[in-house]
C-alpha cells in the first residue's frame, strides 16, 4: 500500500459572526470532525447540500484557511504554520468559476507562469516559459493559445487553463470545488476526461466536490458523504451508491432525477430544511428530516465511529 | 387550438460588430397541459426566445415570426395594458438568476402581495393569506417570518423559491420555468418538481421547462425540444428522445451522460459551437458532427417529417444503436 498524500484528523472550522453593538457573536461550525486520507492516483469525493461545508473543507486543505481544530499531513509531513509555505506547492485548488477565477487582463502565459513567478523566483524565465508551453499540450491548449487572454475561451478551455495553473507547481494533491458544474454537458465530459488523463499520467490524487452524483459515481474511488457541517458517511463508491447506510444519503440517491428508467429509485420525501449552522439541533443534526427518528436520535448525536463504511447513524439501513 | 403557438421565430441582436441572430426560425406549440422541456448548449437562444415571446427583450432586438399567439390571441397586437393584463398573470415566468431578478429593495412579502394586487382581486387580508399559503407551497419553512426579509437576507435555494411562488402568485395558465432549481440541491428540487407536477395536473396548468438536466427532463416532460446555435434540431415525446434521438446533435449530447457511460473515457462533442463570424453555410452542426457528408457542408438541413422527431439533419439517426456510437 502506498502512503496517502494527505491524512485530515478531525478537521474543523468554526466561524464567529455578527457581534455588533447590541448582539452577541454566534459561532457558525462550517465544518466538524473532518476525518480522511487519500492515496496517490485515487479520487475522494464529498457531496452534500449546499451550505454543508464542502468548500470549507476544500479551504483547509490547500491552506488557505487554518483549521479550528484538528490535524493535517500532507506528503508526510505535519501541517503547521511554519510548513504551511512548503507545502503549499503540493496541494492545488480548482474553483467551479472558470471565468472569475482567472486574471482576465492577463495572457494565458503569463497566467500559468505565475505560480512559478512567486513560488520559484529563481526559475530562469526561459524555463518557466518552456514549463507552461509543456503544460498547455498537456491540457490539449494550443501553442498559439500562449499569447491569448482569457475572454477568447469557450468555458471548458478556461476551465483546462485553471487546472493548468494549478499543475504548474507539480502538487500532488488537486481539490477540485464543483470543477464542471458551471459547463455544458458536451464541455463536461471534455474536463472529465482530461482529469483522468492526468490522474493516470501524474499519479495525482483528487479531493473532488460536487453535487452532481452522477458525476460523482463516475470519478470517485471513495465517497464523504456531508451533512451541516459534518462527514455523516464514508465508504468506497459502490458501498456508498449501492449499499447506502445513513437515511440522508439514502434520499440524496432517491432524489437524484436520471435519465434511466431502471436506475430510477422510489422517491423519499424530506419533510423540512436544512437547518441553519448557527443553531444545530441536539441530537443527530438529520433527525428533524429523518423518518427513522426516535427519542434517542434526538437526544444524542450519533458518531460517525470506525469499521470499513462508517454512517453516523443510531438505526442505519440494511441492518 | 394550441395554448400557445409559435412559428418561425427569429430575434436578430444588433451589437457592435453587426447583426448577430440568437433565435433562427423556431417553431412552438405548447397546449393545455403540456409540459415541454428545451434543452441545448449554452448559448442557443432557449432563454432569449422566450424573452421575446413575454416583450422582455431589449430595444436591440429586432423579432420576427410567422405567428405568436397565446390562447388564439395575437400578442404582437396586444396593447401594452393588455399585455401586462396576460403577462403575469396567464402567463409567468420563472427567470433564470432569481437573485437578479428580485427587487432587493422591498421585502419578498411585498413583492409576492404586489403580484396579487396587480392580477387579483383581493383585499388585504386575503392577500396575507395567500402570499403566506404561497411560501408554504413552495416549502419555505416559517413563511409569516420570512415575509418581512429582504432578498439579500436569503439563500440562493431560498430566493429561487420564492420566485417560484411569485410566479405561481395568480395561478398562470402558462408557466415558463427557465432553469428553475440549478441553486437548488437534489432534495428540495424534487420538492419543487413535485409541486409543479402538481398544479400542471390540478389546474391543467402548461409548463415549458428550460434546463441542462437530463435526468429533470426525463421524470418531469413530455415532450422535448432540442435547441442548436439558435435552431430547433429535434422535437420528440420524451420517451422517444431518450430512446432513439434522431438528430446527431440530441445523440452526441445523451452520449455525454456520465450515467450512460459505457466506458471510463466518456464521449465528447469535437469542436465549438460557430459564433456571430463562422456560421456554416449548410448544417450548423456540420463542423462537429461525425456524420456529416458534402452536402452537409454546403446545403442547410431539411427538416424530417415527425417520425424522425422533426430531425433538422440531411442523415438523421434511425437506430438506437447508431445513436451510441
Ligand atoms: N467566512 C465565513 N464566515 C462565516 N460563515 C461562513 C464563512 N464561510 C462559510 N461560512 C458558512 O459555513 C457554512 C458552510 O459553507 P461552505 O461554503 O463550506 O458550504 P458548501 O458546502 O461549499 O456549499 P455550496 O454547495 O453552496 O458551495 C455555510 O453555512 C456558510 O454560510
Ligand atoms: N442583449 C443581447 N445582445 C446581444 N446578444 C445577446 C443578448 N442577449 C443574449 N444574447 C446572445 O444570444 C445568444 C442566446 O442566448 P440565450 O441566453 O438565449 O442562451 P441560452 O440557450 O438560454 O443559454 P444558457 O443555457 O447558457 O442559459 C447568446 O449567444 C447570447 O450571448
Ligand atoms: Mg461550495
Ligand atoms: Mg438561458
Not at chain 1, 470549507?56 to 510548513?83: C, M, Q, S
Not at chain 1, 436506475?263 to 436544512?274: A, D, Q, T, V
Not at chain 2, 412579502?109 to 396579487?116: N, W
Request: aromatic share 4%.
Amino acid at each position: 500500500m502506498t502512503a496517502p498524500v494527505i491524512i485530515a484528523e478531525n478537521l474543523a472550522r468554526h466561524y464567529v459572526v455578527g457581534g455588533g453593538l447590541f448582539s452577541k457573536p454566534q459561532v457558525v461550525k462550517a465544518l466538524s470532525e473532518a476525518s480522511f486520507s487519500i492515496e496517490p492516483g485515487k479520487t475522494l469525493a464529498v457531496v452534500g447540500e449546499s451550505g454543508c461545508g464542502k468548500s470549507t473543507l476544500a479551504r483547509l486543505v490547500t491552506l488557505i484557511e487554518e483549521p479550528t481544530a484538528g490535524t493535517l499531513r500532507i506528503d508526510g509531513k505535519a501541517a503547521t504554520p511554519d510548513t504551511w509555505a512548503s507545502l503549499r506547492a503540493s496541494v492545488q485548488i480548482v474553483f467551479q468559476d472558470p471565468y472569475g477565477s482567472l486574471n482576465l487582463r492577463h495572457r494565458i502565459g503569463a497566467i500559468l507562469e505565475e505560480p512559478l513567478r512567486i513560488n520559484r523566483p529563481q526559475m530562469p524565465a526561459a524555463e518557466r516559459q518552456a514549463k507552461a508551453r509543456e503544460m498547455m499540450a498537456l491540457v490539449g491548449l494550443r501553442p498559439e493559445h500562449y499569447d491569448r487572454f482569457p475572454h477568447m475561451f469557450s468555458g471548458g478551455q478556461r476551465q483546462r487553463i485553471a487546472i493548468a495553473r494549478a499543475l504548474m507547481l507539480e502538487p500532488k494533491l488537486l481539490v477540485l470545488d464543483e470543477p464542471v458544474s458551471a459547463l455544458d454537458l458536451s464541455i463536461q465530459s471534455q474536463v472529465l476526461n482530461l482529469l483522468m488523463d492526468l490522474q493516470e499520467r501524474l499519479d495525482l490524487a483528487y479531493l473532488f466536490i460536487s453535487h452532481d452524483l452522477s458525476v460523482v459515481r463516475h470519478m470517485a474511488d471513495e465517497v464523504i458523504v456531508m451533512y451541516l457541517g459534518r462527514p455523516v458517511e464514508y465508504g468506497t463508491r459502490d458501498q456508498v451508491f449501492e449499499a447506502p447506510r445513513h437515511p440522508y444519503t439514502k434520499a440524496l440517491l432517491s432524489a437524484t432525477p436520471t435519465t434511466e428508467p431502471h436506475l430510477r429509485r422510489e422517491r423519499i420525501k424530506l419533510e423540512g430544511e436544512l437547518p441553519s449552522p448557527l443553531n444545530v439541533p441536539e441530537g443527530c443534526p438529520f433527525a428533524p428530516r429523518c423518518w427513522k427518528a426516535q427519542d434517542l436520535c434526538r437526544q444524542t448525536r450519533p458518531e460517525l465511529g470506525d469499521g470499513a463504511h462508517p454512517a453516523a447513524c443510531h438505526f442505519p439501513e440494511g441492518h | 387550438m394550441a395554448l400557445l403557438s409559435i412559428r418561425n421565430l427569429s430575434v436578430e441582436f444588433a451589437t457592435a460588430a453587426g447583426p448577430f441572430r440568437a433565435v433562427d426560425g423556431v417553431d412552438l406549440t405548447v397546449d393545455q397541459g403540456d409540459v415541454l422541456a428545451i434543452v441545448g448548449e449554452s448559448g442557443s437562444g432557449k432563454s432569449v426566445s422566450m424573452l421575446a415571446m413575454m416583450g422582455l427583450l431589449p430595444w436591440t432586438a429586432t423579432i420576427t415570426a410567422d405567428e405568436m399567439s397565446f390562447d388564439g390571441r395575437d400578442i404582437r397586437r396586444l396593447s401594452a395594458r393588455e399585455r401586462r393584463k396576460v403577462i403575469g398573470r396567464d402567463m409567468a415566468m420563472i427567470f433564470q438568476e432569481p437573485m437578479s431578478s428580485l427587487n432587493p429593495c422591498f421585502t419578498v412579502g411585498f413583492q409576492i402581495k404586489e403580484a396579487l394586487r396587480q392580477h387579483l382581486n383581493l383585499d388585504r387580508a386575503q392577500r396575507h393569506a395567500r402570499a403566506i399559503e404561497l411560501m408554504d407551497l413552495v416549502g419555505i419553512p416559517a413563511p409569516e417570518k420570512r415575509l418581512s426579509a429582504f432578498p439579500h437576507q436569503l439563500s440562493g435555494g431560498m430566493s429561487q423559491r420564492v420566485m417560484i411562488a411569485m410566479a405561481l402568485a395568480c395561478k398562470p395558465r402558462l408557466l415558463i420555468a427557465d432553469e428553475p432549481t440549478t441553486a437548488l440541491d437534489v432534495t428540495i428540487q424534487a420538492q419543487i418538481l413535485d409541486l409543479l407536477s402538481d398544479l400542471q395536473k390540478e389546474t391543467g396548468m402548461a409548463l415549458i421547462l428550460i434546463t441542462h438536466d437530463m435526468g429533470v427532463v426525463a421524470e418531469t416532460a413530455q415532450r422535448v425540444q432540442v435547441q442548436y446555435a439558435g435552431q430547433k434540431v429535434e422535437e420528440q415525446p420524451v420517451e422517444g428522445l431518450f430512446a432513439t434521438p434522431h438528430h446527431p446533435y440530441t445523440a452526441a449530447l445523451l452520449a455525454a451522460l456520465p450515467e450512460r457511460a459505457t466506458t471510463r473515457r466518456l464521449p465528447t462533442i469535437p469542436g465549438v459551437v460557430p459564433g456571430q463570424y463562422d456560421r456554416p453555410a449548410g448544417c450548423l452542426f456540420a463542423p462537429r458532427c461525425a456524420k456529416a457528408t458534402e452536402i452537409c457542408h454546403s446545403t442547410r438541413a431539411p427538416v424530417q417529417g415527425a417520425e424522425l422527431g422533426l430531425a433538422r439533419c440531411h442523415h438523421p439517426v434511425t437506430q438506437p444503436e447508431e445513436a451510441t456510437q
